[in-house]
């Protein structure tokens, strides 16, 4: 069962100006910016504009063109940051076993060098 959103979390917080982020991209439907806590030598959240907490929850409730614009923002940032020419991944942590922190949907870019099999 998917909670309800909390618009406290710290994307909703992000989205709203009210805390700053290292932005890379930003459109109707999606903003993406550097994770605090890289990864990998560029790791990039891609997020929805949009209230939803976990891919669960756009999948389901999202409309058409948030969801296209959800996925044409991620292959545009990854394009645009240099990460399609080597290879990249990408990742999305869903609820308490998937290991989700930050409960507003976001989708994470891997790339910049070998990545090794998985990432935590
Ligand atoms: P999750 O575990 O929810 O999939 O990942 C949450 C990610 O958000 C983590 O990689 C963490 O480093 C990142 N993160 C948490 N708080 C902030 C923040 O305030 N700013 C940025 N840019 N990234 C954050």
Redesign the pocket.
């Known amino acids: 069962p998917t909670k309800p959103y909390d618009s406290e979390n710290?994307?909703a917080k992000?989205l709203r100006g009210e805390?700053p982020?290292?932005k890379v991209y930003e459109d109707d439907h999606a903003l993406a910016?550097?994770?605090?806590?890289p990864?990998a030598p560029v790791?990039i959240?891609v997020i929805p504009k949009g209230e939803y907490v976990s891919w669960d929850d756009f999948s389901a409730k999202a409309s058409d063109a948030e969801m296209a614009g959800y996925v044409r923002a991620i292959g545009h940032v990854a394009r645009e940051q240099g990460l399609v020419v080597r290879g990249f991944r990408l990742?999305?942590?869903v609820g308490r076993n998937?290991?989700?922190?930050?409960p507003h949907l976001?989708v994470?870019l891997f790339g910049g060098g070998p990545l090794g099999p998985m990432l935590a």
Request: aromatic share 8%.
């Open positions: 710290i994307f992000i805390m982020c290292n910016f550097h994770d605090i806590n990864q790791h959240l990742l999305s942590n998937g290991g989700q922190e930050v976001h994470h």
